[in-house]
């Protein structure tokens, strides 16, 4: 069974950075790409970045594109999202997610099929 395992969430002021991290753990987390969405309270949950397997390929929401970075480390099972210029309509619980493919896929919530339970992200204006 894969559990992904979410931290570094917090309360930042506008304009401030954060840096998440979701430790994956299972033998196999180099084979998929993995992904970070978010939900707002009343919203529904959303797209934020993706990186492939090997972490050649990223992609990224047009809302956070330019501030928000994605990453992996494979030898440590984690992927990372650094966030700066961070923005109050970045408010939101923050998800990692397994895709079930290596990359490709990275938009749709349905490719992914194991989930972190979350981290609070606060920004204040």
């Known amino acids: 069974q894969v559990q992904l395992v979410e931290s570094g969430g917090g309360l930042v002021q506008a304009g401030g950075s954060l840096k998440l991290s979701c430790a994956a753990s299972?033998?196999?987390?180099?084979?998929?790409?993995m992904g970070w969405f978010r939900q707002a309270p009343g919203k529904e949950r959303e797209f934020v970045a993706a990186?492939?397997?090997?972490?050649?390929?990223?992609v990224y929401a047009d809302s956070v594109k330019g501030r928000f970075t994605i990453s992996r480390d494979n030898a440590k099972n984690t992927v990372f999202l650094q966030m700066n210029s961070m923005k109050p309509e970045d408010t939101a619980v923050y998800y990692c997610?397994?895709?079930?493919?290596?990359?490709?896929?990275?938009?749709?919530?349905?490719?992914?099929?194991?989930w972190g339970q979350g981290t609070q992200v606060t920004v204040s204006s």
């Open positions: 299972g033998r196999t987390f180099s084979n998929y790409a």
């Open positions: 997610a397994r895709n079930t493919y290596a990359s490709g896929g990275y938009y749709d919530q349905t490719t992914y099929n194991y």
């Open positions: 990186i492939s397997w090997s972490g050649s390929s990223t």
